[in-house]
């Protein structure tokens, strides 16, 4: 089991960069692909980005493509999101989650993929 704990959420004005960390705590964090999920107010939960536990393949939402990074540093047990260009439609709760795979290839864009989830941390884009 591996617990996910969110970073580096806050208010930043639009055109601003962010960068949150997910830190997990557990065994074998290399083993898990991690994905990061936002939930806009008053909106359903959404994708934003993925990668495997090799880092290997990542995976971008439209929404993201072009102004975010995901990245993984697996001696510190920490996936980050690089976000650039932010825009008032990025304000959300943005979630990290994690899934135990076999193999180091694989990333997964679906909630319902991902066993474990942080508590979410909180980015407000002023425009």
């Known amino acids: 089991q591996v617990q996910l704990v969110e970073s580096g959420g806050g208010l930043v004005q639009a055109g601003g960069s962010l960068r949150l960390s997910c830190a997990a705590s557990?065994?074998?964090?290399?083993?898990?692909?991690m994905g990061w999920f936002r939930q806009p107010p008053g909106k359903e939960r959404e994708y934003v980005a993925a990668?495997?536990?090799?880092?290997?393949?990542?995976s971008f939402a439209d929404s993201a493509k072009g102004r975010f990074t995901i990245s993984r540093d697996n001696a510190k047990n920490t996936v980050y999101l690089q976000m650039n260009s932010l825009n008032p439609e990025d304000s959300a709760i943005y979630y990290c989650?994690?899934?135990?795979?076999?193999?180091?290839?694989?990333?997964?864009?679906?909630?319902?993929?991902?066993?474990?989830w942080g508590q979410g941390t909180q980015v407000t884009v002023s425009s």
């Open positions: 557990g065994r074998a964090f290399s083993h898990y692909a």
């Open positions: 990668i495997s536990r090799s880092s290997g393949s990542k």
């Open positions: 989650a994690a899934r135990l795979v076999d193999s180091g290839s694989h990333y997964f864009t679906r909630q319902y993929e991902y066993a474990y």
